[in-house]
């Protein structure tokens, strides 16, 4: 069977798809759920029976499609009543979220790019007979004359 069939792999989507949401209906879970877990089970990285590749430019177009559906069945139902309500808690949600991701952020990509400060604190002591910190001892070594890196 040929996987990289842009129509089969539509196909395939859209049979697992429906198949399930049913799934997660009859376990009373959310569909995102099961939608997720078997997305990933089918996908390039476990399976590999439904490859996104496959479906070339055409699949920038049915994202967006998928997330224009996903917009309008969120605004149909929308309750602009209840979010009057919930305007507090709304604006809190927004503003700490915001904040609590911003900081959450700039700690994991501090924490991710550990080479860039050894390189940079390597480079402004060659002479010195420690090069770096203990935290990037391992990226980072003692430099002496006629010895490599």
Same mark, same amino acid.
């Given at each position: 069977?040929?996987?990289?069939?842009?129509?089969?792999?539509?196909?395939?989507?859209?049979?697992?798809?429906?198949?399930?949401?049913?799934?997660?209906?009859?376990?009373?879970?959310?569909?995102?759920?099961?939608?997720?877990?078997?997305?990933?089970?089918?996908?390039?990285?476990?399976?590999?029976? @439904? /490859?996104?590749?496959?479906?070339?430019? #055409? =699949?920038? +177009?049915? *994202? $967006?499609? !998928?997330? &224009?559906?996903?917009?309008?069945?969120?605004?149909?139902?929308?309750?602009?009543?209840?979010?009057?309500?919930?305007?507090?808690? @709304? /604006?809190?949600?927004?503003?700490?979220? #915001? =904040?609590? +991701?911003? *900081? $959450?952020? !700039?700690? &994991?990509?501090?924490?991710?790019?550990?080479?860039?400060?050894?390189?940079?604190?390597?480079?402004?002591?060659?002479?010195?007979?420690?090069?770096?910190?203990?935290?990037?001892?391992?990226?980072?070594?003692?430099?002496?004359?006629?010895?490599?890196?």
């Amino acid at each position: 069977m040929d996987f990289h069939n842009p129509n089969l792999a539509i196909g395939f989507a859209m049979a697992f798809g429906v198949i399930s949401m049913a799934i997660a209906e009859h376990l009373r879970m959310p569909g995102i759920v099961v939608l997720l877990t078997v997305g990933v089970l089918l996908g390039p990285d476990v399976a590999g029976i @439904i /490859r996104p590749e496959a479906l070339g430019p #055409a =699949l920038m +177009t049915l *994202v $967006g499609f !998928a997330v &224009a559906v996903i917009l309008f069945d969120g605004g149909m139902n929308l309750h602009i009543g209840r979010i009057r309500r919930e305007q507090r808690s @709304i /604006r809190q949600l927004i503003t700490l979220g #915001a =904040l609590v +991701t911003t *900081v $959450g952020g !700039a700690l &994991a990509w501090s924490s991710a790019t550990p080479g860039r400060r050894c390189s940079a604190s390597c480079s402004s002591s060659r002479s010195s007979s420690r090069c770096c910190s203990s935290a990037c001892s391992s990226s980072c070594r003692r430099r002496t004359p006629g010895r490599r890196r």
